[in-house]
Nanobody, 115 residues
Framework: QVQLVESGGGLVQPGGSLRLSCAAS????????MGWYRQAPEKQREWVAV???????SYVDSVKGRFTISRDNAKNTVYLQMNSLKPEDTAVYYCNAKRLGYIKWGQGTQVTVPS
């Protein structure tokens, strides 16, 4: 059974930092591209960052220079380090695993940055 479990969300003041984790099980983790998405209230889900199976990374422009995606294949875990957080970063953050057309989503973790 494939599972992705996010953790690390919470309430943080503007300018603060959080590190999200997404632990995977039931897949050969190092073969999957891992991504982070977010969904703010009344908005569509938005892609945030991806790290490929080979370790290449990409980010949406709004988080470049502030967020860092990384992976630890030995721990089957992908991380999202979020620095200089802004109120507009408030959302539920989801991780996903993708390979050859197969996509699995986690349940999400809430990040709140009050204005």
């Amino acid at each position: 059974q494939v599972q992705l479990v996010e953790s690390g969300g919470g309430l943080v003041q503007p300018g603060g930092s959080l590190r999200l984790s997404c632990a995977a099980s039931g897949i050969i983790f190092n073969r999957y591209d891992m991504g982070w998405y977010r969904q703010a209230p009344e908005k569509q889900r938005e892609w945030v960052a991806v790290i490929t199976s080979s370790g290449s990374t990409s980010y949406v422009d709004s988080v470049k220079g502030r967020f860092t995606i990384s992976r630890d294949n030995a721990k089957n875990t992908v991380y999202l380090q979020m620095n200089s957080l802004k109120p507009e970063d408030t959302a539920v953050y989801y991780c996903n695993a993708k390979r050859l057309g197969y996509i699995k989503w986690g349940q999400g973790t809430q990040v709140t940055v009050p204005s």
